[in-house]
């Protein structure tokens, strides 16, 4: 039976978050979608073991084994409209990993929801990114145009680098800004023409190089 219902042409406008669909049928999940400009389109699943989906209760996990770790993400449905939005991700290290900087230092769970208290906010592509209120860590992961909606420095807010892609200090970082500037209210830095953070309604003097680290 599916998990949701069978309208391949649902639009996640209405989510500030991107949106997946699976097909669960004896328990198991047997089909993945992912919600494309209002379109749901198959997402293939890897067949050599290294990336799986199980049904945990009303979630369902996905388990990603990447070179020196495992990657955990967790998806649910909490509105009951059969579209499952990323609840919370978690990186753990293999056994022996090298002591380098090209894997994830991070290895606590990042939401992907705002609460009123501290949290690890998972900033990924393709959604705006929002912490709520409290100290917010905003870790980084992707290399993609990412934004970040509530950030606030006034409030202890941080940006967190933890590529794995060998970044080693901010001034590392700071090498790769190719331009900074404001559209409207917000904030946009580029890194090239494939990478930006944009920063949404940020005003000036309000963020700041002392708001960055670099993790790995």
Sequence with gaps: ????????????????????????????????????????????IDDDGSETYAVDGTQVVRTEIKPFGTEITRYADADGDGLYLRVSEQWVSATGSPDDWNHFRFEGALSFSPSDGDDHIAVRGGEDCSGGRGADDFVIREAAH??????????????????????????????????????????????????????????????SWDDVSVLS
Aim: hydrophobic content about 35%.
């Design 1 to 44: 039976m599916s998990s949701g219902h069978d309208d391949s042409h649902d639009d996640s406008s209405t989510h500030e978050r991107k949106a997946f669909k699976f097909t669960i049928t004896g328990g198991k999940v047997t089909a993945v979608f992912e919600m494309d400009d209002g379109v749901l389109k198959p997402k293939s």
């Design 146 to 207: 990412l934004r970040i909606r509530d950030f606030n420095s006034s409030e202890h807010d941080s940006l967190k680098f933890d590529t794995g892609l060998g970044l080693t200090s901010v001034d590392h970082l700071k090498s790769f800004v190719t331009d900074a500037h404001y559209e409207g209210a917000d904030l946009i830095v580029n890194f090239g023409s494939d990478v930006s953070i944009t920063l949404i309604g940020v005003p000036p003097g309000q963020i």
